[in-house]
């Protein structure tokens, strides 16, 4: 009996464990309500844009009309392309990471969600939407102090990009389904 006891207490630590995962600074719920983006910036394909000053690492991004949002940073952006296409199995395409936007003023802030194992973070990428209707990325950043992820406190922030370029914007005919984003069917995700 006491081993029976056991095994359950262990069960429902991970049980409980698994369905806390939510970053502590994770606050855009996924409310699948029409964002209105569609109407400001063309979202019916991905963006590339380089990551800061560095020009080695690439963000590729795309935004759903709804607020939900992948993106995969890479050296190599032909490998994941194809993912925001068609999506699939394959172990590149399980990297980019899903997360959620807001429109606030001429500003798409995201909140993208990283989870490995039962540690967490929340990366903060914000784009300036620019009167000709393209978008820059201005900031990626971390909050070191809230992320549960130890190798994510050295994450290279930057609050204002010093070397903001405009993204380039590749339409695709079908879109990577937005049911492959893992975190759907989490409470703390969608509110619900």
């Not at 699939?88 to 990297?95: A, D, E, L, T, V």
Request: aromatic fraction near 14%; charge should be neutral; glycine fraction near 6%.
């Amino acid at each position: 009996m006491q081993r029976f006891s056991f095994i359950l207490l262990i069960l429902s630590i991970i049980i409980t464990g698994c369905s806390t995962l939510k970053p502590a600074d994770f606050s855009y719920i996924y409310d699948k309500q029409e964002t209105g983006l569609d109407s400001i910036i063309d979202i019916n394909g991905y963006y590339v844009s380089e990551r800061e000053c560095d020009t080695a690492f690439y963000s590729v991004f795309m935004f759903y009309p709804d607020g939900l949002y992948t993106v995969a940073t890479t050296s190599d952006v032909s490998m994941v392309a194809d993912c925001f296409s068609h999506g699939g199995k394959s172990r590149i395409c399980q990297y980019p990471s899903w997360g959620t936007y807001r429109i606030l003023g001429d500003t798409i802030k995201t909140q993208t969600i990283i989870i490995e194992g039962m540690g967490t973070a929340t990366i903060f990428r914000d784009y300036l939407i620019l009167p000709d209707k393209s978008v820059m990325n201005i900031s990626d950043y971390v909050q070191p102090e809230k992320t549960r992820l130890m190798f994510m406190a050295n994450y290279p922030s930057f609050h204002t990009n010093s070397c903001s370029k405009v993204s380039r914007f590749f339409p695709l005919e079908n879109k990577r389904d937005k049911s492959e984003c893992p975190y759907l069917k989490s409470k703390w995700f969608t509110g619900k």
